[in-house]
Each structure stands twice: as structure tokens, then as C-alpha cells.
């Protein structure tokens, strides 16, 4: 069982940035591939940024990529989302996932379904 907790949401106006971060239980977290998701509201829960258990690759859906750096500190168990130039249209709850499973194709990083453990979220709000 892994348990995720975020944190370091919070309400910001347009330009401004926010550092999500997501601690996660587990002896052998290094070995997890761990990724960012938003979800708006009446919206469907999106990919923003994943990251593999080496550090080595880092995926990011366009609507982000420039903006937001995704990264993690394996001696901490802890992913971290740096989000610059925050616009209104990143305004989501934001979740952390972790794969525990065999590793993943590139393309397959971007999938919700990839993922086997969620955190409960972190409210980030953009005012324009």
C-alpha cells in the first residue's frame, strides 16, 4: 500500500508561482514512476507531468510545457510540480499519482489508467 499527500496549493493571481508537493510512503519509492493530474471543475481529471523512477525522463502535456518543471528527491520520497507563469485556466485540484507496477512506455505516462495510487488533492486557484 502507498499512501500520497500533497501540498502547496493555494489561491494566486496570473504570474505568479506555486510549488506542489507530494510525499509518499514506501521503502522503495525510487522505483515508482510518479505524475501530476488536474482536474477542473465539470471537467474530466487531466495529465499535466509525470516523471520516471530515474529522474532520467520527465513527460508534460503542452498546455504546461515551458511552465511547469516536474521533479523528485528519491532520498525524501517526495515529487515535486514548480509552476511558473500560472494562468486562470491552470485553476484545478491537483493530484499526485504513483505506479508501482513494471515500468512504462513513453506513451503510456500520460494515461490516467497507468497510475495505481492517488492522492487526495491540492487546490490550486488562479485569479486573473
Known amino acids: 500500500q502507498v499512501q500520497l499527500v500533497e501540498s502547496g496549493g493555494g489561491l494566486v493571481q496570473a504570474g505568479d508561482s506555486l510549488r506542489l508537493s507530494c510525499a509518499a510512503s514506501g521503502r522503495t519509492f525510487s522505483s515508482y514512476a510518479m505524475a501530476w493530474f488536474r482536474q477542473a471543475p465539470g471537467k474530466e481529471r487531466e495529465f499535466v507531468a509525470a516523471i520516471s523512477w530515474s529522474s532520467g525522463n520527465t513527460y508534460y502535456a503542452d498546455s504546461v510545457k515551458g511552465r511547469f518543471t516536474i521533479s523528485r528527491d528519491n532520498a525524501k520520497n517526495t515529487v515535486y510540480l514548480q509552476m511558473d507563469n500560472l494562468k486562470s485556466e491552470d485553476t484545478a485540484l491537483y493530484y499526485c499519482?504513483?505506479?508501482?507496477?513494471?515500468?512504462?512506455?513513453?506513451?503510456?505516462?500520460?494515461?490516467?489508467?497507468?497510475?495505481?495510487?492517488w492522492g487526495q488533492g491540492t487546490q490550486v486557484t488562479v485569479s486573473s
Open positions: 499519482g504513483a505506479r508501482v507496477r513494471a515500468r512504462l512506455a513513453s506513451s503510456d505516462y500520460s494515461r490516467r489508467a497507468s497510475y495505481d495510487y
